[in-house]
């Protein structure tokens, strides 16, 4: 045989061989936390949904570009009055168990998430918005909704309505939140509790199968620990970079430190039942002093985008709206108009968490200090997180929050997620999340057309004017949507940080050292 | 003797009974209610009621009470609220590993506290004594956590000698055992030199010495065996602390034990672990004062049970 060929064979082959084996590593991913239950609807926090949604899959899915696609879904169809939504589902898919993927799947499946006794956090996303699942044939659904409701497609690619085996679910009883069984490109393999989840291919995926044979999520609460793994190889991804170890992570180059966008917003609600934020000259006062810029920069270290509108970019209903422009003059103007000047000044107590969301007590601080330059006397108090909820979400005559720190993740990418429980007023505390108590009847008239409207682009428009309103009335002091950063070791690539804080490793392949 | 370990089994009872109530009346008077931290912040007032009826606590606390304790009675802790599993499997999932993290931890306290005290009694104020002492107050003031850290970033990230963090092989344990059993080296180190340098000034010692037996023997056999009582006690005492300590060290080296495990139940409120974990402690707590007890008479014969 020729040298050259031989050469160019042997050089191929070593390749191929080289890149197989790195086909068959592990992936390791380091989180916080240990998932809490892998069992779909009651996978609540970021890390149980992570491991989950490789198991599992949905009927739509929303991309981390922001659109709601089919998934499990072939097509779908409403009727005329919107108040019927047909669902035609892919034919020939299996659970991991061998199972039939099929329409009475999908109903049990639903029917599940909003039964009381599983009592899932998420049961609000269909029930009462659907009335009846039917069956039609194998693998044609219709859902009956007593009124249109825009957002179903969306509340469809929540993972907590993601389609698991009803066969597993029967079978394996309690035991099931701890062997999930899905569509999806991984299969559950096991679960040293405490330690790891670790998931295998699915080498029978009916869709683009995944190159990585093995994912394996860590738990690690440590933030030190998490970026020493990183940094010693032990694992490729870590989640949440404290901001002081960017600059040093960033400066080895065997590690990439990614910046994403999340749709977490961070805000304080004032309280509107009680003076003085029952004046919209002093929210707006407070608004304008507060100097969201400097804080992103400062505080944050630079990951995090001031907000212009209450929901974040890469929604559905997004629109910039603007946002109160740092001016203490203007905000001193409004206080005096308000009655407080430095005889008497205006004085309250801000709530922050300590430690719930990326440098929360220092934001407060920081905010502390700017309205101190106007004259307000604002005191920081902190409470533990359960405490805190517990507090913020008191009925209206006990409640004793007058500004508070809270964050809101639009998970389902549809602004009715991140408006109407926020803003509408029969949300108020402790029916809702509007726990400044907050009331605009011309909003709530918006909200309720944006749920029931049939076309995308008059939902937008809808959407728009609400959220100028919104700007308008201010019952939040806007502050800004957090950035997930993570430490990416380079040996991988195409891993993908989700904005709903998910973490996808379906489409991550190592590289070999020839690509490096 | 078997008599004095049967009374003693029967007063951990009442002992028992006593801390199920404490914790049962401290975890509700916390505030923060585990429906909400388990439902999060999208919660709506349906599913906070499905979720506490579910669990039960939309009862009144005494009933809450009688049905624990009677459950407990009949060796079943409840269900987790956060992962919804039984919490005698959550214990066996995490106990285990607390116990390695601990007997390691202690071995390097034992290995390392008990011959420096010794060292540093035989040959006071010399260097040794001073080296000793100077390191068993370095040990003491450390913090934990700190220590941890410093350990992970020198021996894992700049040296590779260990793993970072985890379970699994002897080499994982080392960095988590030194970490948590450097302090209670530090104290028995203490305890150990004035426990011997007190012995070793009685006048049995001289008499031994006078009648020219050994150095070596005088110290192990006469001088040792006595200065061990005191020893053992902080031993026992310490090996509770180290169950407690062990909190911080498994958060540090990702170790999943009872510590980790009960830290993350009481930020979700999850109070059924919160009680198990802590009833599992209290009984390792009194199982280990009860071995301590009879190892007094294993060392002092003038000890004795009837």
Known sequence: MNMRIRFWLTLGLVLLLSWALAQTRTLIIAQGTDPTSLDAPLATDSPSGTVVSHVVETLFEYTPDGKIVPLLVERYSFSSDRKTLTLFLRKGIKFHDGTDFNAEAVKFNLERLISPELASSFAFLLRGRVSAFEVVDSHTLRLRMPEPFAPVLAHLSHGSTAIQSPAAIRRLGTGYRDNPVGTGPYKFDRWQKGQFVELVRNEEYWGKKPAIERLRFLAVPEATTRMALVETGQAHVAVRVPPQDVQRLSARPEIEVVNTPSVRTIFFYFNQAKKPFDDVRVRKAINHAINKEEIVKFVLGGFGRPSDAPISPGIFGYTKIGSYEYNPNLARQLLAQAGYNAQNPLRFTIHSPNGRYLQDIRVAEAVQSQLRAVGVQAQIQTLEWGAYLAASNQPRDRNEFQMAMLGWGTVTGDADYGLFGLFHSSQQAPNGFNRGFYANPRLDRILEQARVATNPQARQQLYRTAMQIIYNDAPWAFLHSEQQVTAIRREVQGFIVHPIERLIATQASFRTSSQR | ?306
């Open chain 2, 1 to 306: 003797m078997t008599t004095y370990i049967f009374r003693r089994l029967l007063t951990v009872i009442p002992t028992l009974l006593g801390v199920l109530l404490a914790v049962f009346l401290m975890v509700r008077l916390a505030p923060g209610d585990p429906a909400q931290l388990l439902a999060g912040e999208f919660a709506t007032p349906e599913t906070l009621a499905d979720i506490r009826q579910r669990f039960g606590l939309d009862q009144p606390w005494y009933t809450q009470l009688g049905l624990y304790t009677l459950n407990v009675l009949q060796g079943d802790l409840g269900e987790s609220v956060r992962t919804r599993k039984p919490v005698t499997y959550e214990l066996s999932q995490y106990f285990p590993n607390t116990l390695r993290l601990t007997l390691g931890a202690m071995l390097v306290a034992l290995l390392i506290g008990i011959p420096a005290g010794i060292i540093a009694a035989i040959r006071p104020g010399t260097i040794f004594d001073l080296l000793a002492m100077l390191g068993a107050l370095i040990g003491v003031s450390m913090p934990v956590f700190w220590f941890g850290l410093m350990a992970i970033l020198i021996f894992s990230v700049q040296l590779g000698w260990f793993p970072v963090a985890g379970t699994g092989t002897l080499r994982h344990l080392i960095l988590p055992a030194i970490t948590l059993g450097i302090g209670t080296a530090a104290i028995l180190a203490r305890m150990t030199r004035s426990a011997m340098l007190e012995v070793l000034s009685q006048d049995y010692i001289r008499t031994a010495r006078a009648k020219g037996v050994a150095g070596r023997v005088v110290i192990f056999k006469h001088a040792l065996r006595n200065a061990l009582i005191p020893v053992v006690t902080i031993t026992g005492l310490q090996f509770g602390g180290l169950l407690e300590g062990a909190v911080i060290t498994e958060t540090v080296f990702a170790w999943p034990g009872i510590g980790q495990l009960l830290v993350g139940s009481i930020l979700a409120r999850d109070y059924p672990v919160v009680q198990g974990a802590v009833l599992l402690i209290a009984v390792a707590f009194i199982l280990i004062n009860l071995i301590v007890d009879l190892l007094y008479g294993a060392i002092d014969p003038r000890i004795r049970y009837d």
